[in-house]
């Protein structure tokens, strides 16, 4: 297992290395998705943006949330971004 932080760990796509544009490419229009799924706005970058989905009526301090609700936000973050990696591939496959 790798120790280099997240952010510095190297990304593979399809066997081969990801460039840090590619990685911001592939997450373009992720934000507004959020705020769209939201039906608002706030001051949040997209992180902040994934509790106000997960978590509708708000919580007391996102750093400490009971393990039933971190667990629930971790869910459906990584099912909104299976929704959007979706639909940026059928996106794909229409111009190809």
Known sequence: MST???C???LTTHGGPCRASER???LTGWHDRLVARRGRDCNHAWPGQVPHIALPNGWDDLWNLP???E???IRVLFELLD????ECEAAQGTRS
């Open 4 to 6: 280099a932080p997240l």
């Open 8 to 10: 510095q760990a190297p």
């Open 24 to 26: 911001r490419a592939r």
């Open 67 to 69: 393990p039933e609700e």
């Open 71 to 73: 667990q629930h936000a």
């Open 83 to 86: 929704e959007f990696a979706a």
